[in-house]
């Protein structure tokens, strides 16, 4: 699964030139003989979007993982000490099959696909990211959830010996992430091991991430490696440092603004200075599919 390439940062960028390049590729054939080339094989989806996605030096300079440093910069710089493989996940709690599983036997049949997703930071950016995953639901119908289950809780590793930034209680290590039991098992919720067609970047959360695109970012966890079927609602990494600035939920909503900034509108990486802001779209622009799961819900409380 995890494929090494040749290929510099600097040499992919947008989507039309990436596109070109693979059709180029596939078309000549040249794909199982050009190993440097390989990319993942991932279906096109429906529920991606089509805008041009962000380029990989940007998805991959600019990030938040606080295991590797506090500055946009540092996990570019540091994530590259992590071990990713060997990588096992444990699933426990409310399962019928709980268990320590080996990275390639989760993904052992899952269907991966390319899914190109508005992605929200509740600090008030935003990029296009053109993911490489597999539906959550997939991987917790082939467990088995019982019927007591409410929420799955999800961590992070903890390796202060890899992870320079968990040697320092800037956080309450484990990094913690929780979805209510709906959320998910909506089709947009998927786990990642890749984006930009090739193999999950360790300053992206390799190998294998969640993605809520309709959340701020910080909802979707990297480096998982626990899940847990639980029938409380799961403490969660943010909320607990600060919960009146980080709801629970966390859905992206430009009328409920943070307490120290506002939300209505977002600078998207990369739009260049003269761009300008441009405005947050209620559930980051995926309201009609996932509005339904909130119905009833009062989203200024249950933020
Ligand atoms: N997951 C872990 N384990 N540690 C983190 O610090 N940061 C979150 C989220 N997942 C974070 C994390 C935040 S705040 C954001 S905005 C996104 O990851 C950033 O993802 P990206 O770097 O791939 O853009």
Redesign the pocket.
Known sequence: MRIKTELKWSDVTPKAAWLSRRQLIAGAGALMATPALAKIDAAKSAYSISDEPNTLEQ?TT??????FGLDKGD?ARNARLLTTDPWSVKIDGLVDRPGNYDLADLMKDAPLEERIYR?R???AWS?I?PWIGFELAHLLNKVGVQPGAKYVAFE?LVRPEEMP?QQTAI?DW??R?GLRLDEAMHPLTIMATGLYGEAMPN???API?LVVPWK????????VVRMSLVAEQPQT??NMQNPREYGFYSNVNPEVDHPRWSQASERRVGAGIFAGRQDTLMFNGYAEQVAGLYAGQDLSKDY
């Open positions: 998805i600019y990030n938040n993982f606080y295991e996990p992605f930071c509740v600090e990029m990211v992070t930034g956080l484990p990094y992430e300053q992206n959360g991430r701020y970012g910080f909802k979707s966890i990297k480096s990494t943010w």
